[in-house]
């Protein structure tokens, strides 16, 4: 009897155990698989920032190596084809268009490698634009990064651009713009879509006032809108929490990590592991941000839950098969022990 109680106690001891060691091991895996999140969007977000600033540095150098050019500076003929050569060896890359204008804010000449042609270029006077007004009022080498746009007329279906202009003087004298368009889509294309996180993730590529540059995959709701007044137009629980941890990631000159509400899941809100990374070129900030739904994690702890759940039974099924081999081999044995003694006893009384 007591030792069928000390077998007992013995497979509730391990049954608890295998129990406590399951639930541990399921949030150490949640933290660790946490942490491997946070991490890996770290390392992606840092490397991809440093190829877009490495980018831009080229695009920058480009174009004012460009507007030293001769034939640019002097408005001859030749000009058209300068900017043709310009923009192929640019194909296959985010910048997408090249145009020069006039000290009137005129379209002279322009370029682009989608093939398109617009005649209503030249119908246009582009004097108003804020590329177009920095750069009356610059000096040569100097360029000015604006704000995306979608253009009226000319490249449309390539969506939200970036324009990259810098002054172009003739004999000292102001004598134009030359303005270099990069699409937000075809930078999503080469530095973003071929990224792989987990199975739902986001990439944002915030400009420093909040604006969506890009998002990954594209929504269109929010591209080219201010991040922080789309959250504050559109709340929900938790959105000003949300809204203050943004602000301070945009401002941030510093990579980090966040755990944040966003209005962007596949069923919104949904919480997200969120890594960000600054994008800085000469005075520009930019944020490039890496989130990952929890519920990818989640998704993939179900699975390893599921396989802990099957070891741990098959623990407690060894556990318990062993206590009752154990209860059968002492049985067995104090059966033969009484059986020997009774055979025993009979042979000392003969």
Same mark, same amino acid.
């Given at each position: 009897?007591?030792?069928? #109680?000390?077998?007992?106690?013995?497979?509730?001891?391990?049954?608890?155990?295998?129990?406590?060691?399951?639930?541990?091991?399921?949030?150490?895996?949640?933290?660790?698989?946490?942490?491997?999140?946070?991490?890996?969007?770290?390392?992606?977000?840092?490397?991809?920032?440093?190829?877009?600033?490495?980018?831009?540095?080229? &695009?920058?150098?480009?174009?004012?190596?460009?507007?030293?050019?001769?034939?640019?500076?002097?408005?001859?003929?030749?000009?058209?084809?300068?900017?043709? /050569?310009?923009?192929?060896?640019?194909?296959? &890359?985010?910048?997408?268009?090249?145009?020069?204008?006039?000290?009137?804010?005129?379209?002279?000449?322009?370029?682009?490698?989608?093939? #398109?042609?617009?005649?209503?270029?030249? /119908?246009?006077?582009?004097?108003?634009?804020?590329?177009?007004?920095?750069?009356?009022?610059?000096?040569?080498?100097?360029?000015?990064?604006?704000?995306?746009?979608?253009?009226?007329?000319?490249?449309?279906?390539?969506?939200?651009?970036?324009?990259?202009?810098?002054?172009?003087?003739?004999?000292?004298?102001?004598?134009?713009?030359?303005?270099?368009?990069?699409?937000?889509?075809?930078?999503?294309?080469?530095?973003?879509?071929?990224?792989?996180?987990?199975?739902?993730?986001?990439?944002?590529?915030?400009?420093?006032?909040?604006?969506?540059?890009?998002?990954?995959?594209?929504?269109?709701?929010?591209?080219?809108?201010?991040?922080?007044?789309?959250?504050?137009?559109?709340?929900?629980?938790?959105?000003?929490?949300?809204?203050?941890?943004?602000?301070?990631?945009?401002?941030?000159?510093?990579?980090?990590?966040?755990?944040?509400?966003?209005?962007?899941?596949?069923?919104?809100?949904?919480?997200?592991?969120?890594?960000?990374?600054?994008? #800085?070129?000469?005075?520009?900030?930019?944020?490039?941000?890496?989130?990952?739904?929890?519920?990818?994690?989640?998704? /993939?702890?179900?699975?390893?839950?599921?396989?802990?759940?099957?070891?741990?039974?098959?623990?407690?099924?060894?556990?318990?098969?062993?206590?009752?081999?154990? #209860?059968?081999?002492?049985?067995?044995?104090?059966?033969?022990?009484?059986?020997?003694?009774?055979?025993?006893?009979?042979?000392?009384?003969?």
């Amino acid at each position: 009897m007591k030792v069928n #109680v000390l077998l007992s106690l013995i497979t509730a001891f391990f049954i608890v155990g295998f129990s406590l060691f399951y639930i541990f091991a399921v949030n150490i895996t949640r933290l660790l698989m946490t942490e491997q999140t946070y991490r890996k969007g770290e390392l992606i977000a840092k490397s991809e920032s440093r190829l877009i600033e490495t980018f831009l540095e080229y &695009t920058v150098n480009s174009l004012l190596f460009l507007s030293r050019d001769f034939s640019i500076a002097s408005e001859k003929e030749p000009m058209q084809e300068v900017l043709n /050569e310009y923009i192929r060896d640019w194909e296959e &890359t985010p910048v997408v268009g090249v145009a020069r204008f006039d000290s009137e804010g005129h379209i002279l000449f322009t370029a682009n490698n989608i093939g #398109v042609s617009d005649n209503r270029l030249t /119908e246009f006077v582009f004097s108003d634009r804020d590329y177009f007004v920095w750069a009356s009022e610059a000096s040569e080498g100097e360029f000015y990064f604006g704000n995306p746009f979608i253009p009226r007329v000319g490249i449309t279906k390539h969506g939200y651009m970036i324009p990259l202009s810098t002054p172009v003087f003739s004999d000292g004298e102001f004598d134009g713009v030359l303005l270099v368009l990069v699409s937000l889509s075809e930078m999503t294309k080469v530095f973003i879509s071929d990224l792989h996180v987990s199975p739902n993730h986001r990439v944002f590529l915030f400009y420093s006032d909040g604006t969506v540059l890009i998002s990954y995959p594209e929504n269109e709701n929010i591209t080219g809108v201010n991040v922080l007044e789309y959250i504050s137009e559109n709340s929900y629980p938790e959105s000003e929490n949300t809204l203050s941890l943004l602000e301070g990631l945009i401002e941030s000159n510093d990579p980090g990590k966040l755990d944040l509400i966003l209005p962007f899941g596949e069923k919104q809100p949904a919480r997200f592991l969120v890594s960000h990374f600054p994008v #800085v070129y000469d005075g520009e900030h930019w944020s490039l941000v890496v989130a990952v739904p929890e519920s990818d994690i989640n998704t /993939e702890l179900h699975t390893l839950k599921t396989l802990k759940i099957f070891m741990l039974s098959f623990c407690i099924f060894m556990v318990l098969a062993l206590s009752l081999v154990s #209860v059968l081999i002492i049985r067995i044995s104090r059966k033969n022990a009484y059986f020997n003694g009774l055979k025993d006893g009979k042979n000392g009384k003969n």
